[in-house]
């Protein structure tokens, strides 16, 4: 068969499709009909229904999910708060929205001393009392005057003060849980999302990610590069914060958004070509009842160039709420003063006894943070007199007391730009944690009275104009470190998938995003379809692709890993091992000496074992009725395998320190630094299966997670529990970096932070050298000015 | 093979700088610290020499430029708080200068050269002939006399040794002057002084007019003589015997040597160690100078004049013009000049003249104000740095010279930093008490290493922070005027031979008594505020903690201006010569014990005598001191020194009406040979243990600080009842 009968026949498959789905079909290639059953497919009955692949927590009907915090959903303490964006379309902004709050809280909070405090683009909506011990959820109107379409900022502060006990240790048992599965605008189901604008306010599922469905009729390299980009255009545009791929071209899957890049052709005959215009060149389908669709033809340049001017020009919102979400990506500039304000604090008051606010302090992720410089607090506070002995003000790093200052005991006290000094050691690159926290005990506490205090006094005032300031920082390309896999950089990256199947694309796909993050631009992203696309690759190539797709030599070069370990641990039995790793030469070679990327369309037939004929295999034996090897389809084995991704990876706390040089366990999918046997480096992801692979991509498509992916190797595994566990490792030869740029003051920083975590060797060094110099010193005053002997001067 | 060397060198220690100037962490900073304390102290405690040496103090310069970098890039105050960075900058400012001055030092005495003896070469014939220049403005016969009796008693040929008398006390100006006790005090000096000299056989050189001043006088004396070479003497140093028969010869060695300098030798106390008590037990001050760092100086050829006990060639002089004076320090300006012109100099450190020192507190001043304005002077007018001729040792020989005298300001700030900081909260030190763990106080005792290991033998610990805390409030205001106006300061003659009838407080205690004051009540305030917040600024504490120990100093300093009662004007020399004292026709045998420039302590050999106190007589003696042959026929003497009644052992004897003979004899019988002074000097250079001396220091500044203000009240109270004790003789006239 050649490649154009394949078409041919693909699209034909398209026909039968939807034909079988009992709608009016007709066969003929471009059928409207086809096409729109393509685009409706089965409608899911709730929004949280829509994505399997991610946590499916019960959610009452009409109940739109929101993005995720910025921040952890439990507030603990005597003071907490979380911070996000609310995203709105244009009717919503102008009608107002219901929010509801499921709310958990502890027994010990003291509903008549605690309140839960929201604000929205920093206007207070609503404060009530923090009385919910067996859960409970409250529906807050948000009038429409403090809203703007688009991002709002939402703020909300738990204020909790202990029913009995006024000791300090006993606010460790003061916490809220806001359940976010239970969260959302209420009754948004409903709200139409008409306008490219209004994608952003598209409802998210339960762990605030969402699903986009990937619709492309003809799989060739040129049709999957122009379907990426449209998607990362869109994406970027909408400001969608975690997506998951799905990249199918049936109607089973289920997704929040479907994405249809193609002809438009395939949609002319649905009466809807006409809804596109030179303005407007993207149609974007909010039919009642099924997931919002966009459509974008390829045959013309106009949507192509209307996308990208959408993501040029970003998501819009309120200017608080812009400013949240330019938070999260928002990487602080050495030898710059910030003030805590710009991180999102603003003044505040406190009445209890232990105050603490957090936010996050982005280093670059070629930063090499040492302590050859100090990260410059300047706090402006104040505080009252009669606080007890040991009353302090402590700055928290990544959960660590990093400097403490003791609070005068019997005076108050206003400190307008007190200094305090904190090694850069104490940091990391990416995200901090940074906590400013107050010990603040008073005689008060020793009586204990809870109910006295409704009208107590403040204790302590921080202000957001206190500042922080970065020395300058080191660069250094830790080139087997993955971290540069999302560093923001703007070099070019080639995509590999040597198999483009269905899992593999859409784990490239959800895993390109993450290459979108922290840039200006989107990333320049070469795709290369089949396995010979490796060797046409630049430096910076991304292969991604499940183990039985991919050479022995690539699975063996994995840091942390013996040779064949790999196999082993994923392949059932010697003998399965055997055979896969002997099918799998017959492809790699053919691969090898096939350049071109329409690989899935132009494989001759007696190569069709090779993995890359999956969808087409597949949709022909669909198409002729015959039985295939996945009875129930591809995409619904991918979607009903799919676990529960909202837990797919809990945010690891992990750095380069702390990784090992041996991966433990090889878990279920690995991403890796890996040298080629030609010696040149790529990143290989790669899993047991496909499904565990686009699992894999979710999870490091994550936001939250994006700054925990650091070393050579990190390996993900599950429990049965579906907990999951993600193991970093930077290999035998350890972290491999070199400079970020070879100017005099970043090596002179690079050696300066190697001294100072290698304090003896520094020691040892210096004490070297000043003997070798103390030697020479002596050898030379012996050669030089006057010397004296007994017989006089010489 | 030498420019390898130093290509290596230079290799090495621009390495070390590298390393040494990483902005590392703490922990680094540590480890290092730690592991270089603890090699320096290594080698002190091994004695190790050679290499080790260097090593020892390549290890300090290495802490201190860590300290430096340290100081300068993390601890100052933000630039857009003005007050808290001007202070904090004033006080890094004077940290550096405690540092530079700290790598100056080190460098200058790297290597401390120990020169040979160089004895006269040749017949007497061939020797050079000498012309002793004695200066002399207002000290009286008993010093100038006894000074040119011993410069007559020399060991060189009569014919080849000319002495002159410069006497500036007489010049035809003062003569003439309109003011008829300064004529009248002029033409008596000139008549006694006349007289003697003629009777010495020494050329008395009287000028018109006082222009000039010293380096005036000395080129006035230089157009009477014409001596090969020239021994300048200050009026009140009086040479050994052996003094031309040990430098000559440098000058026969090495005819391009224009200068061989010999350490001054003080038999007197200076006030610091008279009113501390410390007379003879602890080296002099000057000793730092004349036993380490001249010593150093000579090694890189730029050993310099200091105004007497100096052999000059006379060539060299007529090739500058004589002796310079553009500046008040025209032995220094000279010096520099004649390097400058290819010139060599030598030390010899053998103390070869016995001199007198300051005795009041504020004489001291005065001199120490001179020195330090004539050294503003060179370095304002005649900068080493920028003067072509010299080499780089030599410039940064002088400079160090020149820069020394700016320590009144580093000491004046180190002192007054707590008050800023504990008064008015002023952040002048940004930095945590683990930062000052490890740097500053590894900075500390790497500099009090250096310190005990260079001077250890010369300067007890904690000396130096008093004798630089008593004299900086005095010098600073001296120095600034001499920036003001570089052309300004005249010369001031320090007097010499004063005596004080009763204890008291110094004329010029003042401000002294109000810095300590003001130390004392910042202390006070400083240990209020950290006990008032007792989990508060770590920093206040070692602040505090600061506060203490410049309190300490300005205690012990309290007492140097409480002056003591000092009733002997000249020092006496231990001697043991036998002779005879007649008493009213009754002779004694007696041997006498010592002796001083105004009179002899015999004791009776053969059981107590019996002598009035005031009665007169005559002695006679007869032996050897320090080999040399010593004799006295009927020296006129009276009993001094007796406040009981009926016999007694021993006796204290005053001279009367020396003739200059007789001056000769008891020159001889002082100043016989310079091994005399050697053993004195050599007696008191013994270190002191770092902590015994720690604890003493302490000690001192518990009883300095009750005896000073038991002063302050004796003087309080003899205001209020009208009775004003001033000290006596005390005489600084300004030409």
Redesign the interface.
């Known amino acids: 068969m050649t490649a154009r009968e394949r078409r041919a026949a693909f699209l034909a498959c398209c026909a039968i499709v939807i034909g079988s789905s009992g709608l009016a079909a007709n066969a003929e290639e471009g059928s409207p009909a086809a096409i729109l059953r393509l685009l409706q497919g089965d409608l899911p009955p709730a929004a949280d229904e829509i994505a399997p692949a991610r946590p499916s927590r019960p959610a009452g009907p009409g109940l739109a999910h929101l993005p995720p915090l910025q921040g952890d959903a439990r507030l603990e303490g005597e003071i907490d708060g979380v911070r996000w964006t609310l995203p709105v379309t244009a009717e919503q902004a102008e009608r107002g929205v219901t929010l509801r709050l499921a709310q958990t809280s502890a027994l010990a909070v003291a509903p008549e001393l605690s309140t839960l405090d929201l604000t929205v683009n920093g206007i207070p909506v609503d404060s009530h009392p923090i009385d919910a011990p067996e859960g409970a959820a409250r529906d807050i109107a948000i009038p429409a005057e403090v809203l703007v379409p688009g991002y709002n900022a939402v703020d909300l502060t738990a204020r909790q003060r202990h029913r009995v006990d006024c000791s300090a240790e006993a606010t460790y048992e003061l916490w809220t849980d806001i359940d976010l599965a239970r969260s959302g605008i209420v009754a948004a189901i409903g709200a139409r999302y008409p306008t490219l604008d209004d994608l952003a306010a598209l409802p998210r599922e339960p762990d605030g990610g969402i699903t986009i469905r990937i619709v492309q009729p003809t799989l060739d390299a040129a049709g999957t590069a122009a379907t990426l980009t449209a998607l990362r255009n869109l994406v970027r545009g909408s400001g969608f914060e975690k997506v998951s791929v799905l990249w199918g071209d049936t109607a089973e899957g289920q997704a929040t958004l479907d994405l249809f890049v193609g002809p438009s052709t395939r949609w002319s005959g649905l009466g809807r070509a006409e809804l596109t215009t030179t303005e407007r060149p993207i149609l974007v389908d909010a039919t009642q009842g099924r997931p919002t669709t966009v459509l974008v033809a390829t045959d013309r340049p106009e949507p192509a160039r209307a996308l990208a001017t959408f993501a040029a020009t970003g998501p819009r919102g309120s200017v608080h709420g812009m400013e949240e979400r330019e938070r999260a990506q928002d990487v602080a500039v050495p030898g710059e003063r910030r003030s805590f304000a710009s991180f999102g604090l603003v003044d505040e008051t406190f009445v209890g006894q232990r105050y603490s606010r957090a936010f996050d302090l982005r280093l670059p992720a070629d930063a090499y943070p040492?302590?050859?410089?100090?990260v410059e607090f300047e706090l402006a506070f104040a505080h009252v007199a009669g606080l007890r002995?040991?009353?302090?003000v402590r700055v928290r790093i990544n959960g660590a007391i990093r400097a403490s200052l003791?609070?005068?005991?019997?005076?108050r006290r206003v400190h307008r730009?007190k200094?305090l000094?904190i090694?850069l050691?104490a940091f990391r690159p990416g995200v901090n944690r940074v906590a400013i926290e107050a010990t603040l005990a008073d005689a008060a506490d020793l009586s204990c009275a809870p109910l006295d205090r409704v009208e107590a006094k403040p204790r302590f005032a921080l202000s957001a104009q206190s500042t922080l300031r970065l020395p300058k920082l080191a660069s250094v390309v830790r080139e087997n470190d993955l971290a540069g896999l999302t560093a923001g950089s703007t070099t070019p990256l080639d995509l590999i998938i040597p198999t483009p199947d269905a899992a593999s694309l859409s784990a490239a796909a959800t895993l390109s995003l993450g290459f979108d993050a922290g840039t200006a631009d989107l990333r320049p992203v070469r795709l290369g379809l089949g396995l010979g696309a490796v060797e046409q690759a630049g430096k910076d190539a991304v292969i991604v692709a499940p183990l039985e797709a991919l050479p022995t030599a690539f699975a063996d070069a994995i840091p942390g890993l013996a040779p064949g370990a790999l196999q082993t641990a994923w392949m059932p039995s010697e003998a399965d091992a055997i055979g896969r790793l002997a099918a799998r030469q017959a492809p790699r070679r053919a691969d090898a000496a096939d350049p071109t990327l329409e690989v899935a369309l132009s494989l001759p037939e007696t190569e069709r074992v090779a993995p890359t004929i999956d969808v087409l295999s597949d949709w022909e034996a669909f198409n002729a009725g015959a039985p295939t090897s996945e009875p129930e389809g591809l995409w619904e084995t991918i979607l009903g395998a799919a676990p529960d991704l909202g837990e797919f990876l809990d945010r690891p706390e992990m750095s380069g320190q702390e990784l090992s040089a041996v991966l433990q366990d090889p878990g279920d999918a690995i991403l890796a630094r890996i040298e080629q046997p030609d010696g040149r480096t790529a990143t290989l992801l790669t899993a047991r299966d496909g499904d565990a692979l686009m699992r894999a991509a979710l999870g490091f498509g994550d936001p939250a997670h994006r700054d925990a992916i650091t070393g050579a190797a990190i390996a993900f595994s599950e429990t049965e529990a579906g907990s999951q566990r993600l193991q970093g490792s930077w290999g035998a030869e350890g972290p491999r970096w070199r400079p970020g740029s070879f100017s005099p003051g970043n090596l002179?920083?690079i050696?300066?932070g190697w001294?100072?975590?290698?304090?003896?060797a520094?020691?040892?060094?210096?004490?070297g050298?000043?003997?070798?110099?103390?030697?020479?010193?002596?050898?030379?005053?012996?050669?030089?000015?006057?010397r004296?002997?007994?017989?006089?001067?010489r | 093979?030498?420019r390898a060397?130093?290509a290596?060198?230079a290799g090495?220690?621009v390495?070390?700088a590298l390393?040494?100037t990483?902005?590392?962490?703490?922990?680094?900073q540590?480890?290092?610290g730690?592991?270089?304390l603890a090699?320096m102290l290594t080698i002190r405690l091994l004695r190790a020499k050679?290499?080790?040496?260097?090593?020892?103090?390549?290890?300090a310069g290495?802490i201190v430029l860590r300290y430096a970098y340290w100081r300068i890039t993390?601890t100052l105050p933000p630039v857009v708080?003005p007050i808290d960075f001007g202070f904090g900058l004033a006080l890094v400012i004077a940290e550096l200068y405690a540092a530079a001055m700290l790598v100056l030092n080190v460098f200058v005495v790297?290597?401390p050269?120990?020169?040979?003896d160089?004895r006269l070469r040749g017949a007497p014939e061939s020797w050079p002939r000498v012309d002793v220049l004695v200066p002399s403005y207002n000290e009286d016969l008993d010093i100038v006399g006894t000074t040119l009796a011993a410069a007559k008693n020399m060991d060189y040929p009569a014919d080849k040794l000319r002495v002159l008398l410069l006497d500036d006390g007489a010049t035809e100006a003062r003569l003439k002057s309109d003011d008829p006790v300064v004529r009248a005090r002029a033409e008596a000096r000139r008549d006694e002084m006349r007289a003697f000299a003629e009777e010495l056989g020494v050329d008395y050189v009287a000028r018109r007019e006082n222009a000039h001043a010293k380096a005036g006088n000395l080129n006035a004396g230089l157009g009477r003589c014409d001596g090969d070479l020239v021994l300048v003497l200050d009026a009140d140093h009086a040479p050994a015997a052996d003094f031309l028969t040990r430098t000559v010869g440098h000058m026969q060695?090495?005819p391009r040597l224009f200068l061989v300098q010999t350490p001054h030798f003080f038999l007197n106390a200076d006030p610091l160690e008279r009113n501390l008590g410390l007379h003879r037990r602890m080296p002099s001050e000057c000793e730092m100078f004349y036993a380490v760092t001249q010593r150093g100086l000579?090694?890189?050829?730029a050993a310099y004049f200091c105004g007497s006990a100096a052999l000059l060639r006379r060539e060299a002089l007529n090739e500058a013009g004589g002796f310079l004076g553009r500046t008040i320090t025209e032995d220094c300006e000279s010096a520099l000049d004649l390097h400058a012109r290819g010139w060599h100099s030598a030390y010899v450190d053998r103390a070869m003249v016995g001199g007198l020192q300051p005795e009041t507190f504020d004489a001291l001043i005065t001199q120490r104000s001179r020195w330090a304005q004539g050294m503003m002077q060179i370095l304002m007018l005649s900068n080493p740095v920028l003067k072509s001729g010299l080499s780089w040792?030599q410039r940064l020989g002088y400079l160090s010279a020149g820069l020394f005298w700016l320590f009144c300001f580093a000491r004046l700030t180190f002192m007054l930093a707590p008050v800023a900081y504990i008064f008015f909260d002023l952040?002048i030190y940004?930095a945590?008490l683990q930062?000052f763990v490890a740097y500053t106080l590894f900075f500390l005792a790497a500099c009090l290493l250096v310190r005990e290991q260079i001077f250890g033998a010369v300067r007890w610990p904690w000396l130096s922070e008093i004798y630089e805390y008593a004299q900086s409030p005095y010098l600073a205001w001296a120095v600034i005027r001499t920036w003001l106006n570089p052309k300004a300061p005249s010369f001031t003659v320090t007097a010499k031979g004063a005596t004080l009838e009763e204890h008291g407080l110094s004329p010029i205690a003042w401000p002294l008594l109000g810095l300590f004051t003001l130390l004392a009540v910042t202390t006070g305030f400083g240990f209020w505020r950290v006990a008032?917040?007792?989990?508060?600024?770590e920093l206040l504490m070692v602040v505090t903690g600061w506060s203490v120990f410049n309190l300490l100093v300005a205690g012990v300093s309290l007492g140097v201006v409480a002056e003591r009662r000092e009733r002997r004007r000249f020092p006496r020399l231990e001697v043991d010569v036998e002779g005879v004292l007649t008493i009213e026709e009754a002779a004694y045998p007696v041997r006498v014990r010592d002796a001083g420039l105004g009179g002899v302590r015999v004791e009776s050999l053969s059981g107590p005598m019996d002598v009035e106190g005031a009665s007169t007589g005559t002695l006679t003696y007869e032996g050897t001191s320090f080999g040399c042959s010593v004799a006295m026929k009927g020296l006129n003497v009276r009993i001094a020194g007796r406040n009981g009644q009926g016999p007694a052992k021993g006796v204290g004897l005053m001279f009367d009406e020396l003739t200059a003979v007789q001056r000769r004899e008891i020159a001889r019988l002082l100043y016989p040979s310079s091994e005399r002074f050697e053993r004195l000097r050599r007696s008191r250079q013994k270190a002191r243990n770092f902590t015994a001396g720690t604890i003493e220091f302490a000690l001192w500044a518990v009883y300095q600080v009750a005896r000073g203000l038991s002063y302050v009240v004796m003087d309080v109270w003899r205001r209020l009842s009208r009775l004003q004790v001033r000290p006596a003789a005390i005489e600084g006239n300004v030409r």
């Open positions: 040492a302590d050859y410089g100090d002995p040991g009353s302090e003791a609070l005068t005991a019997n005076e730009r200094s000094q090694p050691g002179r920083l050696l300066a001294f100072s975590d290698n304090a003896f520094y020691a040892a060094l210096m004490l050298a000043l003997v070798v110099a103390g030697g020479a010193t002596s050898q030379l005053l012996g050669r030089v000015g006057r004296f002997d007994a017989e006089g001067v | 093979m030498t060397w130093f290596f060198w090495t220690v390495v070390v390393v040494a990483q902005p590392i962490g703490l922990d680094a540590f480890s290092f730690l592991a270089g090699l050679g290499a080790w040496r260097s090593v020892f103090l390549v290890i290495a993390s708080e790297s290597d050269a120990t020169r040979p160089e060695a090495d000579d090694k890189w050829d040792p952040r940004v945590s930062e008032a917040d007792l989990h508060g600024d």
